[in-house]
């Protein structure tokens, strides 16, 4: 098992309330997670049908073996009333990490939490791997390619499956096992459409009309399922920031997807060898280094801090990290492994106009040098740490 940099955050939210919900997206790691961190507890799978038939006729009595030991309730979304009945148990029972709950269904899990267990439950968000936490396994690729094109699912790394296998197969479990219980997606195959042009746009700010007209869908429909996606943390969407020093700016947010092996098999990239010169290189580049960002806040049991900024002449920071409330740390993301000045360009434009200092700016790039310019500082991808600082 790799370890997992939420595992602290875990264990102090099990300190301070009686249940802890784990969030993510399906195969994410977060039964691996919760079975280490709580192995006293009985792991209770609720898509087994014989267990998920038990708590579905008589909840009450299936819940109350439960109630003096606790338990791990893994896909505890696919029987909905247990939430109402857990209820009542966390109000008698109020000794701190007795429930842990897990699922991969997030709209239908934050649904049911916010409506039975609002105040009663510690949430964490748990992305697929970081690169901090395959390095420190020993297991980091030896180019960002390879990352890009395998992704950062735990599968891909314990297992000797090949990326395209792994990725065919979790499109169509997410799309065959959750969607179709949903009913905001009525066709299927024009939503397996629609997240292909998703990843097309990787990195890209979104515009709803040209997404639905790709599609054959209304620009509402394009929003709701764009909103899905994000629930299922499949996708995050980077909002701008508002400071505009006097300048007009974008109001439309910017797509990720929190794995980049997932939108590279979207687009149809064959394998690491074809991302030499592909179109979305960049864009693929900029989602795994804004994604491990947002690793380290969800892994801390943090909301976002991310933003970015563009103004209406085409100036752009590709992140805007909003540092202690209200001090913003800008950082340009750059595939190329050959440092040029030209990187710094939109930083010290930014820098201009905000009073922003150069030892707080970053560029990080694809290469491997870590150097001190006159308009900020120059990072490697696997050398990201001086930024960290400014997330956690």
């Not at 943390?233 to 020093?245: A, E, Q, S, T």
Request: charged share 20%.
């Amino acid at each position: 098992m790799i370890k997992r940099d939420a595992e602290e955050k875990l264990r102090s939210l099990a300190l301070g309330f009686p249940a802890v919900s784990v969030i993510g997206p399906r195969q994410s790691g977060k039964t691996t997670l919760v079975r280490s961190v709580f192995p006293h507890l009985p792991y209770i799978l609720l898509e087994d049908p014989d267990t998920r038939a038990f708590a579905e006729e008589d909840p009450r009595s299936f819940l109350a073996q439960f109630e003096e030991s606790g338990a791990v309730f893994d896909e505890v979304q696919r029987v909905p009333q247990l939430f109402s009945y857990l209820q009542g148990i966390l109000d008698r029972q109020t000794k701190p990490g007795k429930f842990i709950l897990t699922g991969s269904q997030n709209f239908l899990m934050m649904e049911q939490i916010s409506q039975s267990l609002a105040g009663r439950v510690g949430i964490i968000k748990l992305l697929p791997l970081s690169m901090r936490e395959i390095a420190r396994a020993g297991v980091m690729p030896d180019t960002y390619e390879e990352i890009l094109y395998g992704g950062l699912y735990p599968r891909t790394y314990s297992s000797p499956i090949h990326p395209s296998d792994f990725y065919s197969s979790y499109i169509q479990t997410y799309i065959e096992r959750d969607l179709r219980q949903l009913k905001q997606v009525q066709n299927l195959s024009t939503f397996q459409i629609f997240m292909k042009m998703c990843a097309h746009r990787s990195g890209q700010i979104i515009n709803y009309s040209s997404l639905a007209n790709d599609c054959g869908i209304t620009h509402n429909t394009a929003k709701e399922w764009l909103s899905l996606l994000e629930t299922s943390l499949l996708i995050v969407l980077i909002r701008p920031h508002h400071k505009n020093f006097n300048k007009r700016l974008v109001k439309m947010p910017k797509l990720y997807f929190t794995d980049p092996g997932l939108a590279a098999h979207l687009s149809g990239i064959q394998n690491a060898d074809d991302l030499g010169y592909h179109p979305l290189k960049g864009g693929l580049f900029e989602s795994l280094i804004l994604t491990e960002f947002l690793k380290i806040r969800y892994n801390a049991g943090k909301e976002s801090n991310l933003y970015f900024w563009r103004d209406k002449l085409g100036h752009e920071i590709d992140c805007i990290i909003e540092y202690a409330g209200s001090d913003l740390i800008p950082v340009e993301i750059k595939s190329g492994r050959t440092a040029s000045s030209d990187f710094f360009k939109e930083i010290a434009y930014w820098n201009g106009l905000s009073g922003n200092t150069p030892d707080r700016s970053f560029v990080v790039y694809g290469g491997d040098q870590h150097q001190r310019r006159s308009a900020g500082q120059l990072i490697g991808y696997q050398e990201m740490e001086p930024i960290f600082s400014y997330l956690e």
